[in-house]
């Protein structure tokens, strides 16, 4: 599976922008898709995933509430739509793709196999 994440840039605190993660190569079905990020000098962290089959979302307590994933099945694409951005939420934001994942692990970059160059969001406050 090949990722290519993009939609990041420069945003206002309390602004709103939309991640997209297209994938090719391989069709999505049976995978989970999540979204990390990872924020100068700081370690990666889990920020939502979802499941391909089905549609379960998870959230990291710090995004719930202002960010949604979803999926698109026919474009093979999961986006990330982010609300109310805060000052903290500034990091490079990175998808990545998995079939091993159980909602024990889901949260775990190192059970993720693929994974996409990372977009920047920056938010000004």
């Known amino acids: 599976v090949q990722l290519q994440a993009s939609g990041g840039g420069l945003v206002q605190a309390g602004g709103s922008l939309r991640l997209s993660c297209a994938a090719s190569?391989?069709?999505?079905?049976?995978?989970?898709m999540g979204w990390f990020r990872q924020a100068p000098g700081k370690e990666r962290e889990f920020v939502a995933a979802i499941k391909w089959n089905g549609g379960a979302t998870f959230y990291a307590d710090s995004v719930r509430d202002r960010f949604t994933i979803s999926r698109d099945n026919a474009k093979n694409t999961v986006y990330l739509q982010m609300n109310t951005l805060k000052p903290d939420d500034t990091a490079v934001y990175s998808c990545?793709?998995?079939?091993?994942?159980?909602?024990?692990?889901?949260?775990?970059?190192?059970?993720?196999?693929?994974w996409g160059p990372g977009t920047l969001v920056t938010v000004s406050s």
């Open positions: 190569g391989r069709t999505l079905v049976n995978h989970v």
């Open positions: 990545a793709a998995t079939r091993r994942a159980i909602i024990s692990t889901i949260r775990y970059s190192a059970t993720y196999d693929y």
